[in-house]
């Protein structure tokens, strides 16, 4: 299984960015799809959460309103879109692959994924 994040990279505190996820190895749309992020001297934090059929998402409140997760099954690649972005949004950001079945409610719970990216870093300069 290997999940291969892109689409990081410096920007201006405002700017946009789209960072993708692509995922081998697996069936794809049984597993639920999770952002989380870890700043320096931080913890891995949540970010966002979508469902194998898209049918569910769902976000932490720092970009609730800022961010978009997507997937296309198709073509095994989940999405983050980060609009507005802040100084405090520098990080990096995996994406992780959780078993879909019954465990939404989990889905903000880093131990509940098992597979994960090697990460892509953002950094948002003021």
């Known amino acids: 299984v290997q999940l291969v994040e892109s689409g990081g990279g410096l920007v201006q505190a405002g700017d946009s960015l789209r960072l993708s996820c692509v995922v081998s190895?697996?069936?794809?749309?049984?597993?639920?799809i999770g952002w989380f992020r870890q700043a320096p001297g931080k913890e891995r934090e949540f970010v966002a959460a979508i469902r194998g059929n898209s049918f569910n998402m769902d976000y932490s409140d720092t970009v609730k309103g800022r961010a978009t997760i997507s997937r296309i099954n198709a073509k095994s690649t989940a999405y983050l879109r980060m609009n507005t972005l802040k100084p405090e949004d520098t990080a990096v950001y995996y994406c992780?692959?959780?078993?879909?079945?019954?465990?939404?409610?989990?889905?903000?719970?880093?131990?509940?994924?098992?597979?994960w990216g090697q990460g892509t870093l953002v950094t948002v300069s003021s």
């Open positions: 190895g697996l069936t794809f749309s049984e597993y639920r």
């Open positions: 992780a692959a959780g078993v879909n079945l019954n465990t939404w409610p989990s889905r903000r719970e880093s131990s509940t994924y098992a597979y």
